[in-house]
């Protein structure tokens, strides 16, 4: 059995949220230092689970779970609401000027 008390039971990815689910920071809060919704804003990827040698930066809320407007606006969706993550993560590039996943050139 796995122990998932940490993770959220269910995070509609489509629905724009006032508030991140994992650290209550409201929209254009940076996250907590251990939110796992966080990204690094080097990589591109969690930040909880990055352990390169650099600063990740202040991830902010943006209302929206990390990756879903780039897949929208890439149409990189499974259904409608639910982004290809894994697609983005494959596929995409990580604009670390932009803090933004796009398309390979």
């Known amino acids: 059995m796995s122990d998932d008390a940490d993770q959220p039971t269910h995070v509609d990815l489509g629905q724009h949220s006032e508030r991140c689910r994992e650290c209550d920071a409201a929209v254009g809060e940076a996250h907590d230092n251990a939110c796992w919704t966080a990204r690094c804003l080097v990589t591109g990827l969690n930040r909880t689970g990055c352990t390169a040698d650099h ?40 604009d670390r000027d932009r803090c933004l996943w796009v398309k390979p050139t």
Do not use: F, I, K, S
């Open 55 to 94: 600063d990740c930066g202040q991830d902010l809320w943006t209302g929206w779970w990390p990756g879903q407007l780039e897949c929208e606006q890439l149409g990189w969706m499974l259904r409608p609401g639910v982004p290809d993550l894994n697609r983005l993560y494959t596929e995409a590039v990580w």
